[in-house]
Each structure stands twice: as C-alpha cells, then as structure tokens.
C-alpha cells in the first residue's frame, strides 16, 4: 500500500487527483464558524431494506433550483452558506469549473467514517471534477481501484488543503475515509460538485 503524501500533485494517479495543501486562506476561523452555522444533521440510508443511521454528520447546500438523489431520494439543497458560496465562487475561478453545490461532511472524531465509493451518481454526469476541502483533523482519504478489494494507497488530507478529483477518477477508482484510532478532534470536509440542472417540464 502506498503512502501518497511525498507524491507530487501531478504523480497523483497519472493526474486524475491533484493535492494542495494549506490553499485555503483563515482556515481556523472557517472551522469554527462552518462547525456552529452549519445545519449538520444526522441521515440516514437504506440498505436491502434497512435503515442505518451513517457514521458522520452531513448537509447539503448550493443554487436553488438543483436535486439530487442521496440512498433513493431526490431532495433539495439547503441555500448556501455566504462563506461557502464565496469559497465556492473562488475555487470555480481558480480552476474553471461550474460547481454549483457542495456536500458537507461532519466526521464528530476519528470514529466516523465514509465507506468506499466513487462519487458517480447520474447528476453529476459522466466525467464529474470533485473539489474536496478539509479542515481540522487530518485524515486519511483511502484509494482503490473499481473492481479490487486491495487498498491501493492513501492521502493524509491536511487542515486547509484542497483535493481535486479530475475528470475520469470517479470511472477507475473508488474512495473511502477509513476510522482512525486516538483522533478526539472533529474534521469538516466540503465536495463541491456540479449537479445537471433538471430538464425543464415544458
Ligand atoms: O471526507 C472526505 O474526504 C471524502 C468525502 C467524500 O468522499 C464524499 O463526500 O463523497
Ligand atoms: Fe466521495
């Protein structure tokens, strides 16, 4: 298994990821203030007909207007949050993109986790850029390829550090945050993601 971290951003997955560290600006601030405003809640998915409550805290914000389906549901995003609207704006121009909605994610200590997954859901569309930010508590961010149970690498992600998932990462690969032993501190991750706008009905 290969520890990612000494890579250069374009050694990545022959550049299907690309990492930077300490890109965004007042992260301490951004923490607390992402971590009291946000309206995280606690969700849950159904599986072969269960529900499971996930392992983490979570919201959804971006442009009115937009769906999207989370374990067989299609909801709304919640109107952003002007800090994560700003945040957005800037990482578009940054690197020319259209997001339009960012997944939140609360990972309360080292217990909450997210399982393996590629973010491959129709809305997204077929070559999907991702842009991941994390702030507080460094964690691991898991890599495998599709079809493989063997992990095949992993990424500390630093406070305040950006990663991209280019276009085609979510085809070949699958991604996971794994628990971490002896973390007590919270992690807050933000995918900004752009979600097709709904076909008008008339
Ligand atoms: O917390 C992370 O770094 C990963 C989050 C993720 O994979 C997702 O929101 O789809
Ligand atoms: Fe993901």
Request: hydrophobic share 35%.
């Amino acid at each position: 298994m290969l520890l990612l971290s000494g890579m250069t951003p374009e050694q990545l997955l022959d550049g299907q990821l690309s990492y930077y560290p300490e890109l965004i600006r007042d992260s301490d601030t951004l923490l607390q203030i992402l971590l009291s405003e946000l309206p995280w809640h606690s969700d849950s998915v159904r599986v072969y007909g269960k529900e499971h409550t996930i392992p983490r805290r979570q919201c959804w914000l971006g442009d009115t207007g937009l769906n999207y389906t989370y374990s067989g549901k299609t909801l709304q995003p919640l109107a952003w949050h002007p800090r994560l609207k700003t945040l957005n704006h800037e990482l578009n121009q940054a690197l020319g993109l259209a997001n339009n909605s960012v997944l939140c994610n609360l990972y309360r200590n080292g217990q909450d986790t997210m399982g393996w997954h590629s973010d491959d859901e129709p809305e997204l569309g077929p070559a999907p850029v991702v842009v991941s930010v994390s702030l507080g508590a460094e964690r691991d961010f898991a890599l495998r390829r599709k079809g493989q149970s063997r992990m095949y690498g992993k990424l500390p992600l630093a406070h305040g550090s950006v990663l991209v998932m280019n276009a085609g990462m979510q085809t070949c690969w699958q991604h996971a945050l794994p628990r971490r032993a002896g973390i007590e501190a919270a992690r807050i991750n933000l995918t900004f993601r752009c979600l097709a706008n709904p076909a008008p009905l008339f």
